[in-house]
Each structure stands twice: as structure tokens, then as C-alpha cells.
T-cell receptor, first 113, second 110 residues
Framework: EPEVTQTPSHQVTQMGQEVILRCVPI?????FYWYRQILGQKVEFLVS????????KSEIFDDQFSVERPDGSNFTLKIRSTKLEDSAMYFC???????????FGPGTRLLVL | AQRVTQPEKLLSVFKGAPVELKCNYS??????LFWYVQYSRQRLQLLLR??SRESIKGFTADLNKGETSFHLKKPFAQEEDSAMYYC????????????FGQGTRLTINP
């Protein structure tokens, strides 16, 4: 069964550094999402992406964040200048069509020191 | 505002006992409600959604608009049901984002 994959599984970075989290959505899916979960807190929506454009974003998704689909398979989340509070598990998800089931990746655990 | 509340962080029951995981929501329109499950060392996966009105792995959930609830139930718990369960809401008006509750860790004791 096809799955969403994410790399790396863990990343440690220094405050102020840029990080890029990578996701490979399920191949025939057209909608892509990023969520995050700070330790002990809820899973929170960050952004959704369709047809090379952001279709919805939350107030968390400020100018420090950006998303890109650089090629036909990858979907990336970039954090330009990481803060301590960006430490979280970041989940990528994809769906075949709008409002269809979202399939989640295993997550990338980001630790900002 | 959209909000999902799961009042129990932890729930422990014995094998064979009934299970009910509570979920209440706040939304001004008619939402879509979901239950996602995360087994140990596995990814979040959809367990069921209210519009499907189906039973998955013996679990059912009924949307009660009067009580704004979407509780997850199973009549006889099994050890393999031990997992983290998340209730989630999606607004009806073209929204894509899922709004999650805090999650309930269910432990089934032998």
C-alpha cells in the first residue's frame, strides 16, 4: 500500500538556522498538508497546498515558513530562521482530492537548540 | 471558532470491557468528524469518519449534533486496541484543515 514518506526522521539544529523538511506524498495525490505537534500539545494545521499554490494556512504559518513542490515527487517545508519554539514533530499528509481522506507520514522530529 | 475537546488524556480498561472515548466539538456549522488512531511507533491513520457510518475494527461513533459530541465506542476491548486516539473536525465550507483534539491514550489491560 502506498505511503507518505518523510525525511529526515530526526533533525537537530541551532536556533537561527534554516531547516528543510522533506516529504514524498502518495503519487496520485494532489493535495498536500503540513501539521505539527509540539510535545504534549495538539496536532496543529500549518498549511495546505494544491496546484503549486498555498490553498489554506493557519496563523502559525508566518513569513518564517514556506512550502514548495520542487519536482514531481517532493513536497518541502522550510523554516528560515528556527526558534526554540519550533521544536516539534512535523507531519506531512496528502489526499487524492479536496476533502478526501488525509494520509499522514511518520513525521520528522525537529529539535531546535 | 473550531475546537475539539477530548476530556480524557488517559483511559485504561480491561480486555473484554466496553470502551468509550469521549469527543466534544465546537463549530457553528455542520462539521465533518473523524477519529484517527496512532499505534505504537506507527503513523496517524484514519479509523473512521462520521459520514461513512461504518464500523471499523469493531469501533463505531455517532455524531450527536444536539450534544455536539462524537464519542468512539467499542463493546469489547482487545489488547491490540491500545493506542493514541485523536478526534478531529473539518469545517464544511470548503475548508481542508483538520482540527484535532488533544488525544486520548487508551490502554487495554489483559
Amino acid at each position: 500500500e502506498p505511503e507518505v514518506t518523510q525525511t529526515p526522521s530526526h533533525q537537530v539544529t541551532q536556533m537561527g538556522q534554516e531547516v528543510i523538511l522533506r516529504c514524498v506524498p502518495i503519487s496520485n495525490h494532489l493535495y498536500f498538508y503540513w501539521y505539527r505537534q509540539i510535545l504534549g500539545q495538539k496536532v496543529e494545521f500549518l498549511v495546505s497546498f494544491y496546484n503549486n499554490e498555498i490553498s489554506e494556512k493557519s496563523e502559525i504559518f508566518d513569513d518564517q515558513f514556506s512550502v514548495e513542490r520542487p519536482d514531481g515527487s517532493n513536497f518541502t517545508l522550510k523554516i528560515r530562521s528556527t526558534k526554540l519554539e519550533d521544536s516539534a514533530m512535523y507531519f506531512c499528509a496528502s489526499s487524492e482530492a479536496i476533502r478526501w481522506t488525509q494520509y499522514f507520514g511518520p513525521g520528522t522530529r525537529l529539535l531546535v537548540l | 471558532a473550531q475546537r475539539v475537546t477530548q476530556p480524557e488524556k488517559l483511559l485504561s480498561v480491561f480486555k473484554g470491557a466496553p470502551v468509550e472515548l469521549k469527543c466534544n466539538y465546537s463549530y457553528s456549522g455542520s462539521p465533518e468528524l473523524f477519529w484517527y488512531v496512532q499505534y505504537s511507533r506507527q503513523r496517524l491513520q484514519l479509523l473512521l469518519r462520521h459520514i461513512s457510518r461504518e464500523s471499523i475494527k469493531g469501533f463505531t461513533a455517532d455524531l450527536n449534533k444536539g450534544e455536539t459530541s462524537f464519542h468512539l465506542k467499542k463493546p469489547f476491548a482487545q489488547e491490540e486496541d491500545s493506542a493514541m486516539y485523536y478526534c478531529a473536525l473539518r469545517g464544511r465550507q470548503g475548508a481542508q484543515k483538520l482540527v484535532f483534539g488533544q488525544g486520548t491514550r487508551l490502554t487495554i489491560n489483559p
